[in-house]
């Protein structure tokens, strides 16, 4: 079973609200990712978890702020965002942090900043 | 030059069809390659990795050219439902992470 759940599907937000994406899976995968992708263009890589310990953060703003509660989850905190930061928020696992290893993707969340 | 780089398209081919589409790469080191497909408004999903020898999987074929570094897939009797963007995708340098092509789009036409 090659399932990532992320939850919510879709989120409508205002600038000021404070929002959480949620993923989560049970494949016993030890690397964790977020990614962002814009209409027509390929996902960009956000941030990597590798057994629970953020390993790359791609220049992210901080108002996304990203944590691993354990190692079959993984969240990602939403603040004081911008109408810009509108896109679909993807969350990937693979075995191990390496690039050899297949990373698997849940359906994603749509956000609309408001 | 762009690490990854593949034909935007749009291709339009009509059903039955053989469609191949090239990407090549500009790190010589890479050592892991990957095509996905995805489905407007959905998730990538994994199609193939791409192996030295080449690999097949039903209709599909990858081949990898290290020489002159690309890599192809190979689409033959194509369907309705192969319509969707296609990405190569291949590791950086640090091997930590994948570059991702800016995809090609397929439609199938009846």
């Known amino acids: 079973d090659t399932e990532v759940t992320q939850t919510p599907k879709h989120l409508v937000m205002g600038m000021t609200n404070k929002k959480s994406l949620k993923c989560e899976q049970h494949m016993g995968h030890r690397a964790m990712y977020w990614y962002k992708q814009k209409a027509k263009k390929p996902p960009e890589l956000m941030f990597v978890?590798?057994?629970?310990?953020?390993?790359i953060n791609e220049s992210v703003p901080s108002r996304f702020s990203p944590e691993c509660p354990n190692s079959s989850l993984l969240n990602l905190h939403l603040h004081a965002l911008q109408p810009e930061d509108s896109a679909l928020y993807l969350c990937?696992?693979?075995?191990?942090?390496?690039?050899?290893?297949?990373?698997?993707f849940g359906a994603g969340t749509r956000l609309s900043v408001l | 030059r762009k690490e990854v780089e593949q034909d935007p398209g749009p291709f339009n081919v009509p059903e039955g069809a053989t469609v191949a589409f090239n990407c090549t790469y500009s790190?010589?080191?890479?050592?892991?390659f990957f095509w996905y497909r995805q489905d407007c408004r959905k998730e990538p999903k994994l199609l193939m990795s791409?192996?030295?020898?080449?690999n097949e999987d039903g209709r599909f074929t990858a081949q990898l050219n290290r020489a002159s570094q690309y890599i192809s897939l190979l689409i033959r009797d194509s369907k309705l439902s192969d319509s969707a963007t296609y990405l190569c995708?291949?590791?950086?340098?640090?091997?930590?992470?994948?570059?991702w092509g800016a995809g090609t789009k397929l439609i199938i036409k009846p």
């Open positions: 978890y590798s057994y629970e310990k953020l390993s």
């Open positions: 791409v192996y030295s020898s080449g």
């Open positions: 995708v291949v590791n950086s340098v640090s091997n930590y992470q994948l570059i």
């Open positions: 790190n010589s080191a890479s050592q892991s």
């Open positions: 990937a696992s693979s075995q191990q942090g390496l690039a050899k290893n297949i990373q698997y």
